[in-house]
């Protein structure tokens, strides 16, 4: 399976380093062909970076949308930027890029770090280098994924008491925890393994940065060695990036989980189960999946831990453990990764009046779809998505409409058909139909905007009757808000 790319949330992340301190990560080039090869500079200025999401990416003059557009580039191109330089301007944040043939200024959310495809580095690098993905973790991607995982406790004057668990998450040492793990810190102490079947040593002291007791979680970002010394941005440390969106996680998934149960030197504990329920609820008046359950085991001290799928994919953080009376099971709660770091970057609350008065970058209103089966557009037949939707506060921008397909059943698996013209299908086969607008007004309601997908692009071709759902979504081009409209349940009969 083709690793998605990483999403906004690693950059996001590793931004608040670069506000406090003006450090950034170091991020390794990509070894994939046609790659710019950009070694670590010494003055830790130009990292290596990609184009994210589906769309070409417009480069302007400068950093803003007044300047000319000067270069166009595609989804997966790579190239350098400088996030020392990092300027905002109009909505956005811009930062210098960098190619062969000429320089420009792109927005920060079209860029991801360039993947690391070679385990050369996944001891002081990305750790996912290591997994294999074959959906199932064996003892060396167990310890590869571990080196991640750290020992965080609260530093009270010559006193450190309260440990609990946290997972680095850029190479520079910013770590995700939950905010009543280092509640009070003065600083914060963190302990990285060595050896996997020892205690972890004290290397680092760092402070909190981004914290958001509503949802439970906190950033850290390391500041000092164990003898208060102040680090450099460079620290190459293991790191695992939050990549996985909480939409992609479902019941029956097999997971890890990561954590220090006990208080002081205790030992890495590592265990086992399955997400037996997702629950949604509204970010920022947007339902999404807040909560995931499960049934394997999580103790009090691994709080604020690590939870991967198979793949080794970041699902989300262990956040605490609610005992049932009626069938006397134990159900552990997780926070997905994309939840938690959008609530620390202070972007996301829940419940009644959160984030009161906070203007949304675009309201959308949804109307209604209609579904079409036996549609015939350009002499195929297939299903046509007639949709109504209205789009405030995006006038003369790009934005798409998405109709992903999945199976429904207890996996949720995306409909995957490699053979698909590409245009009914994802970098990884995935089955979808899109299309681009762009709203003429500063209100703009769409009535009756048709998606089509033909049955030969469904890919099944052995009689008999599939459940499916469509998950009907739109985002901007720009990666600035992405909105689900509606999810359509179907069932197809091939005879």
Same mark, same amino acid.
């Given at each position: ?21 003006g450090a ?23 990292r290596?970076v ?13 950093p ?7 270069? *166009? ?10 996030y ?43 750790v ?15 310890e ?10 609260s ?12 997972t ?42 981004g914290?958001?007791? *509503? ?12 003898d208060?010394?102040?680090v ?8 695992i ?37 997702v ?8 339902r ?6 499960t ?11 690590l ?10 953080i262990p ?6 009376? *009626? ?14 770091l ?5 972007e ?7 984030n ?13 779809l209609?579904?079409?089966h ?37 996996r ?68 600035s ?6 999810? *359509?349940?179907i ?5």
């Amino acid at each position: 399976m083709k690793r998605r790319p990483i999403t906004w949330i690693l950059f996001a992340a590793a931004l608040i380093g670069v506000l406090v301190s003006g450090a950034v990560p170091a991020l390794a080039a990509s070894a994939r062909p046609g790659a710019i090869a950009l070694p670590r500079q010494d003055d830790g200025a130009w990292r290596c970076v990609e184009v994210n999401g589906q769309v070409g990416l417009n480069v302007r003059s400068g950093p803003g949308e007044q300047y000319p557009v000067v270069w *166009e580039r595609a989804p997966g191109e790579q190239f350098a930027a400088d996030y020392t330089r990092l300027q905002r301007a109009g909505n956005y944040n811009w930062v210098p890029v960098r190619f062969e043939d000429g320089e420009g200024w792109s927005i920060t959310a079209r860029l991801s770090p360039c993947a690391v495809d070679t385990a050369a580095d996944a001891d002081h690098d990305l750790v996912l280098a290591a997994v294999d993905e074959d959906g199932a973790l064996d003892r060396f991607e167990i310890e590869a994924i571990a080196r991640s995982v750290v020992l965080v406790a609260s530093v009270r004057g010559t006193r450190i008491f309260s440990t609990g668990t946290g997972t680095i998450i850029t190479p520079d040492g910013l770590i995700v925890t939950n905010a009543h793990v280092i509640d009070s810190a003065e600083r914060v102490a963190v302990a990285l393994l060595e050896d996997i079947n020892d205690p972890p040593e004290i290397r680092y002291f760092g402070e909190v940065v981004g914290l958001n007791r *509503e949802i439970d979680v906190a950033l850290v970002a390391i500041r000092e060695d164990a003898d208060g010394r102040p680090v450099t941005a460079d620290l190459s440390l293991p790191y695992i990036p939050a990549s996985l969106g909480a939409d992609e996680v479902f019941r029956g998934d097999t997971v890890t989980i990561f954590g220090y149960p006990g208080i002081g030197d205790d030992y890495l504990v590592v265990t086992s189960g399955a997400i037996v329920s997702v629950e949604n609820g509204d970010i920022n008046g947007q339902r999404m999946p807040v909560w995931y359950r499960t049934d394997a085991e999580i103790a009090p001290g691994s709080s604020g831990g690590l939870v991967v799928n198979g793949n080794g994919q970041f699902v989300g953080i262990p956040t605490f453990v609610r005992s049932e009376s *009626e069938t006397g099971g134990r159900l552990g709660g997780i926070r997905p990764a994309e939840v938690a770091l959008m609530a620390v970057l202070g972007e996301a609350s829940t419940g009644p009046g959160a984030n009161a008065g906070a203007a949304a970058p675009v309201d959308v209103i949804f109307y209604g779809l209609a579904l079409d089966h036996g549609a015939v557009i350009d002499g195929l037949p297939g299903i046509a998505l007639r949709l109504s939707f209205g789009l405030d506060g995006w006038q003369d921008r790009d934005a798409t409409v998405f109709a992903r397909f999945f199976h429904d059943d207890v996996r949720n698996e995306p409909l995957i058909n490699l053979a698909a013209p590409s245009f009914y299908r994802d970098e990884t086969g995935a089955v979808l139909t899109v299309m681009p607008i762009t709203p003429c007004c500063d209100k703009t309601d769409f009535e009756d905007l048709t998606l089509f997908v033909p049955y030969i692009a469904l890919g099944l071709d052995e009689a008999g009757t599939y459940p499916l759902k469509i998950k009907v979504e739109v985002a901007a081009d720009d990666a600035s808000w992405r909105r689900t409209l509606s999810w *359509e349940y179907i069932t197809y009969t091939l005879r």
